[in-house]
T-cell receptor, first 115, second 114 residues
Framework: KAGVTQTPRYLIKTRGQQVTLSCSPI?????VSWYQQTPGQGLQFLFE???????NKGNFPGRFSGRQFSNSRSEMNVSTLELGDSALYLC??????????????FGPGTRLTVL | AQSVSQHNHHVILSEAASLELGCNYS??????LFWYVQYPGQHLQLLLK??????LVKGIKGFEAEFIKSKFSFNLRKPSVQWSDTAEYFC????????????FGKGTKLSVKP
């Protein structure tokens, strides 16, 4: 079974631009979460999507947004990029069957550099 | 509010040394605890998890962790580390609202000298 894939793997943008990152979850997984990883703040939850709806959101400004498509693929968008948005953006998918907690499977990440 | 703290930022060990990485949590609901590992250039992957039952949890690659409720701790251990254990280790608890929200500690970087 293929793992979580993220594209692109690396991205360089300048301040003020916008960027779109893509994530394809493991087949059959309906939940997709996004995290930002930086040396200073560590791993921080951005948002989670399930059945094309945002289920949960972390403490990030409105410049960070996302969506999920009917095939469970997800995109996140960052508008008006700032230098501080430079980070590794991780996507995780989850089978989300009812009952017990399910493991999240992480992708390799997209390394975003803002100049 | 849920939170996780990891005491060690960077640990350096020689091969065959024993490892213990500290993790303390603050969590208001049913306790679910996780350790994830991120090997250089690789995906973040689950090492082990605790949901209930035996407080001593076995994970992959010889790792184990012990849940001590009275100390709010979930320390990660390995009796004898190898150079291939060089990685960053993260303790995590579920955040509010949904399974897809994990709160991670700041991570502990482990360097194993051959």
């Amino acid at each position: 079974k293929a793992g979580v894939t993220q594209t692109p793997r690396y991205l360089i943008k300048t301040r003020g631009q916008q960027v779109t990152l893509s994530c394809s979850p493991i087949s059959g997984h309906r939940s997709v979460s996004w995290y930002q990883q930086t040396p200073g703040q560590g791993l921080q939850f951005l948002f989670e999507y399930f059945s094309e709806t945002q289920r949960n959101k972390g403490n990030f400004p409105g410049r960070f947004s996302g969506r999920q498509f009917s095939n469970s693929r997800s995109e996140m968008n960052v508008s008006t990029l700032e230098l501080g948005d430079s980070a590794l953006y991780l996507c995780a998918s989850n089978r989300l069957s009812g009952g017990a907690y399910n493991e999240q499977f992480f992708g390799p990440g997209t390394r975003l550099t803002v100049l | 509010a849920q939170s996780v703290s990891q005491h060690n930022h960077h640990v350096i060990l020689s091969e065959a040394a024993s490892l213990e990485l500290g993790c303390n949590y603050s969590y208001g609901g049913t306790v679910n605890l996780f350790w994830y590992v991120q090997y250089p250039g690789q995906h973040l992957q689950l090492l082990l998890k605790y949901f209930s039952g035996d407080p001593l949890v076995k994970g992959i690659k010889g790792f184990e962790a012990e849940f001590i409720k009275s100390k709010f701790s979930f320390n990660l251990r390995k009796p004898s580390v190898q150079w291939s254990d060089t990685a960053e280790y993260f303790c995590a608890v579920p955040g509010r609202g949904s399974q897809g929200n994990l709160i991670f500690g700041k991570g502990t970087k482990l360097s194993v000298k051959p």
